[in-house]
């Protein structure tokens, strides 16, 4: 699987419409590629919602566009880091797309206008909990050498941790560690910029961090690693 490598163009974005992931997030994605094969690059299209790029040329849309990481499963990479994808992968709809395409043909249903207000009630819903940990996170215990900041990524807050390593020959001190939260509760863990997963330092896959407890186990749990 080609890998496209984001660090050659100035600029690069994400095709699919409700996304906005760019080379130049704070929260860094790999960007890959269409397949030349007609057949995958059909399958592509399809399981985005690209239908007004089926008439476009698979060798085409190989040079011109790309889709970002976001999109794909865990179990479509081939590598930790991922960055790379497995000769048969595909994409998939992230969640945000499938709850605003779910509400776009909900809305043309007056009889299901109730599933409208759940599914924006739930959003609301997730963002309060987020703002308690904004609210509070200036009472965690951190390690010694963490640092904290707070800033903005396709739209949405993110609360960044990251550990400085220690002072080279020529002065200079590299980001050893990263944590960062986004206020849908999306965890991300970063060792020297390679990305792990939360199982790899003795969470289960699916942990879920939730309150300012959480995240401060999991910052003092991830500087022992």
């Known amino acids: 699987m080609e890998n496209y490598d984001c ?17 130049n997030d ?30 476009v040329d698979p060798m085409i849309l190989n040079k011109k566009y790309r889709i970002c990481s976001l999109h794909f499963k865990d179990s479509m990479f081939s590598n930790y880091q ?5 000769p048969n992968a595909s994409p998939t709809p992230c969640k945000k797309q499938i709850i605003k395409s779910n509400l776009v043909q909900i809305k043309d249903d007056q009889s299901r206008s109730p ?6 009630s739930s959003e609301v819903n997730q963002i309060k909990p987020f703002q308690e940990i904004v609210k509070n996170v200036g009472l965690l215990s951190i390690p010694s ?6 800033s903005r990524a396709n739209k949405k807050m993110i609360i960044a941790f990251h550990k400085l390593g220690s002072y080279k020959e020529n002065y200079m001190r590299f980001i050893e560690k990263q944590l960062i ?3 849908e509760f999306h965890l991300l863990l970063y060792i020297y910029d390679k990305q792990i997963e939360i199982s790899d330092i003795g969470y289960p ?7 300012c407890k959480d995240l401060e186990n999991v910052i003092v749990k991830f500087d022992r690693v």
């Open 181 to 183: 939260l986004t206020e």
């Open 145 to 150: 050498k963490w640092h904290r900041n707070f």
């Open 7 to 23: 660090k050659r163009l100035n600029y690069i974005k994400c095709c699919l419409t409700d996304c906005a992931s760019t080379r």
């Open 205 to 211: 896959l699916d942990m879920e961090v939730k309150t």
């Open 115 to 120: 599933n409208i207000i759940n599914a924006k």
């Open 26 to 55: 704070v929260i860094r994605r790999t960007f890959f590629a269409f397949p030349k094969d007609p057949t995958r690059c059909t399958v592509w299209l399809e399981n985005c919602g690209l239908d007004h790029l089926k008439t």
């Open 82 to 86: 991922k960055n790379r994808l497995f």
